[in-house]
C-alpha cells in the first residue's frame, strides 16, 4: 500500500554532530523520494546546512564515507527544498540525519511510503 505521509513539520535542526535525526524509515515500509524544505528563520545570517541518509546498519557518526549527504550555505530568511534527497528510496531502517551551522533552521518534509509484508 502507498501513503503519502508527513514525516516531520517544523523540527528544529541541532548545530551539534551528529545533528537531528529527522526520520527513520519503519520496518516493513520504504519511503520514496523524500521531499524536505528548510527554512532559514534569521533575518541577518546565512546558514550551512549538511543533509546526510545514513543506511541501515551504518554507524550514525555522519561521515562522508558512510552516508549520503550535501551541504547547502543560504542567506536570511531563505529556503531551500533539498532537490538532492528526491532521487533516494529509504528502506527500512534507513535515517535522515541533518546538522545546520546555527540554530535557525526547521525542517518539513513529507514521502510516500510504501507497506509491504515482509
Known amino acids: 500500500m502507498v501513503t503519502l505521509k508527513r514525516l516531520f513539520a517544523s523540527q528544529a535542526v541541532q548545530t551539534a554532530s551528529p545533528g537531528t535525526a529527522l526520520y527513520t524509515a519503519p520496518a516493513f515500509t520504504r519511503g520514496i523520494r523524500p521531499y ?16 546526510y541518509i545514513v543506511r541501515s546498519g551504518q554507524a550514525t557518526a555522519l561521515d562522508v564515507a558512510e552516508a549520503i549527504w550535501l551541504t547547502k550555505t543560504f542567506g536570511p530568511l531563505e529556503s531551500k527544498i533539498c532537490h538532492e534527497l528526491a532521487t533516494q528510496v529509504l528502506e527500512p531502517g534507513d535515517m535522515i540525519y541533518a546538522v545546520a551551522s546555527a540554530g535557525t533552521v526547521t525542517v518539513h518534509g513529507s514521502a510516500p511510503e510504501i507497506t509491504t509484508n515482509s
Open 36 to 51: 524536505l524544505t528548510f527554512p532559514n528563520t534569521d533575518n541577518t545570517n546565512a546558514v550551512t546546512l549538511s543533509v
